[in-house]
Structure formats: structure tokens, C-alpha cells
């Protein structure tokens, strides 16, 4: 009897603990999560950059150059995109009022979302870039 009510305790403890969470942090740990999605590819936006302009040989750059042109800027803007996100982003202090937090990190979602729509775009013309050229 006294284990039911120990670990009817311990549950309702833990339930409590972790329904009681601030909302800036569930945007914040959301906000870390798609930086970790997206992460991987941004070395590979640059890469692929760099590939299609070593695989453009004069004949490509004649019939082509305004399409690669065009790839490897979608590619560069999209590498650049995370590349400012990551250097400018600064979480909020932990004195900051609650709804600045929660303001700041549903505003890091917006961007995020939208950096992840250029990155992705930018990833299909560049692997569809490379195809074409080789």
C-alpha cells in the first residue's frame, strides 16, 4: 500500500513538473531542434556551390550561365541565411520577462521556418544543377 502511494506521488510530482514548464522554454528547446535539422546541410549548400562552379566549363557557362548563376546564388543566400541566423542569434537572459521570451523565440520559429523553406529550395536546384552538368 505504501509503494502505491509513493509511486502515485512520484507521478504526480513528475506530472506537475513537467506541465508546469515555461512556454519560452518548449520555443526555445523547438527553436534548438530545427537549427539541429538543418544543420547538417549547411556546409553542404556551400560544397555544392563550390561543385557546380569547378563543374561549369566554358561550354556550360556559354549556353548556361545565367541558370548557374542563378543555382549558385540561391545556394550561397541560403548558406548565408543560417550562417547570420547562427551568428547573431542570442537567447534571452534569464531575468527577461516571460512574454519577451516567449515574443523572441515564436519570432526565432518564424525565421527559422522560412530559413529551412530557402535552404530546402536552394538544396533541390543545386542537387538538380549538379546532375545536369555532369
Known sequence: MKLRIVLATAIGVCFILTSCEKKSDQLKREVLAIHDE??????RLDKMRIEIGDMADS????????????????????????????????APDKTV???????????????????RSVMNKAKSSGVLMIESLK
Request: net charge negative.
Open 97 to 115: 520577462d516571460e512574454s519577451i521570451k516567449v515574443a523572441f523565440y515564436q519570432e526565432q520559429l518564424l525565421l527559422l521556418d522560412s530559413m
Open 59 to 90: 561550354n556550360h557557362l556559354a549556353t548556361r550561365s545565367k541558370e548557374i548563376l542563378d543555382v549558385k546564388t540561391q545556394l550561397k543566400q541560403a548558406y548565408d541565411f543560417m550562417d547570420d541566423w547562427m551568428t547573431n542569434f542570442q
Open 38 to 43: 538543418l544543420m547538417p546541410d549547411w556546409p
